[in-house]
Each structure stands twice: as structure tokens, then as C-alpha cells.
């Protein structure tokens, strides 16, 4: 939150010209605050940005986290002494955090403008451990889930996404509107995924004998992977040119990488070495 302060103020608002906190509305609950106010926050903040949604503007609700949330719904529901179900959290946990994430949505309001409201909640399970029941509970409620990895974070690589682990389950919903623009979308995005997987797997190997242990072939496709990790998925928030990038120049940044892709396995196929051994 001080980081926020901090930065809002100085950061300009490419649509309106002035600076980001303008439309900016936060809301801070202290530890030293009572617990029903950490409860009430998430509520208070949904009904804040429905506010502004039913005026037509497209609003985005950040809940940071809805763990902590969670925890005060556990003291206040040991509290009452109410009967605990799984690591002390209250028997309608599931029930709550529906209760939130069904607020979100695309509306025609009463005036026949357009609003919406997309709710991002960031959770923090204990350990990493995406088994314990605020992370299960929420990933069935959502359909977009995005990995934070700490190893990401600490080489450097923003945004900090696990690629392999996150996934969304709009794919089908957008993808009639990505192929309007070009209808080779998709394949280029299975041909991505399918690469990042592959390296996955052979970063295994990589690390315990590096690169040169690996077929030619192989070196390919984690010598693409680099590409597609550093060129499409890594991004500065803070540059203007690269905190933005419209979906044209997404696409064409996709062919251009499946184009060296091509090429390169053309080379090889020439029996054409591509690295030094």
C-alpha cells in the first residue's frame, strides 16, 4: 500500500493525461484495526466499484488478499463459536468468497451505457501450498488463475507469471474475436504454449548438464522458448512502450518468432548447425 502511494502520484494516466491516482480509490485495513473491519474491506470495496460501474465506466478491483480476508472470517467465526470445518475456517467460506466474485461482470445499466467490473484476488496460501481451501475454493469461482513464481521474481522477469502453471478458461469465449484480427491466432498460441512446455520439461536436464547435452533439435526449441520468455511474455510496467502493447503488435510478435522458428528448423533439417559446440 505505501508502495502504491508512493508511485500512483507519479505515474501518468495514458487516457486522461493526468496522474493515476485520480482514479484511484484505496482502502487500508491496519493489523492493529479490529478484525471486522478486515472482513468488511473486500465488501466495502465490491460496493465502491459496482458504484462507479452502474455510472458506466469499466472499473478493476484489485483485493489484496483475500486470504487475509479469510482469516478474519476464521476469528470471527471462532469467535462466535461457530463449528469449524477444514484448518479452522468457517463452514460457508465457500459460500462467502462465491458471494464476492459473482459481483463481477459486463452490465447495461438503467441510462442504456455499458459498465463492468473485473475482480483480481490475490491470495496468499501458507507455504505455497495451492491444496489449502481459500486457493481451492476460489480457482473453482474464477476462471482465469495466474501463478506467481518466486524464482521469476528473483531473476528479474515481470511480470512474475508462471506460464506453465496459470491458465485461463476464456480461450474459447475470445477466441472468434483474436481470429477476427487474425485467423492464424490460435495455432500460433497452441504453437507458444506447446514450446513453453517443452522447455519446461527440458530445463531439467539443462540444468543438471547443460545445453550442449541436449540433441540438436532440442536446443531449437529451448533456444525459441528464450525468445518467446524474453520478446512476448517479459514486459516493463514502468516503460512506455512496453507497458502497453495493442493485440496488432502482439501477433505480429507471435508470426515474427514462429517465422525464426520455421527458419530454423529449416537450417537444421539442412543438417546446418545453429550453435557453437
Known sequence: MTEVLEEFPQLTDP?????????TVLIANTSDMPVSAREASIYLGVTI???????????????????????????????????????????????????????????????????????????????????????RHTRRFTSVFWALDRELASARFYPAINYIQSYSSYIDTVKQWWENLDPEWSSLRQWMVRVLQEDDRLQRIVKLLGIQALPEEQKLTVEVAHLIKEVFLQQNAFDPVDAYSPPEKQIMVARLLNTIYQQWQKLWRKRISLFLS
Open 49 to 135: 466499484a459496482e458504484y462507479y460501474r452502474d455510472m458506466g465506466y469499466h472499473v478493476a478491483l484489485m483485493a489484496d488478499s483475500t486470504s487475509r480476508w479469510a482469516e478474519a472470517m476464521r476469528e470471527i467465526s471462532a469467535r462466535l463459536n461457530q463449528l469449524p470445518v477444514e484448518e479452522g475456517f468457517p463452514a460457508d467460506l465457500s459460500a462467502k468468497i462465491a458471494s464476492v466474485y459473482e459481483r463481477a461482470g459486463y452490465v447495461e445499466t438503467t441510462s442504456g451505457d455499458t459498465g463492468s467490473l473485473t475482480i483480481i484476488g490475490a491470495v496468499s496460501p501458507p507455504g505455497g501450498d495451492f491444496s489449502e481451501p481459500v486457493t
Open 15 to 23: 487516457r486522461t493525461g493526468k496522474k493515476l491516482i485520480e482514479r
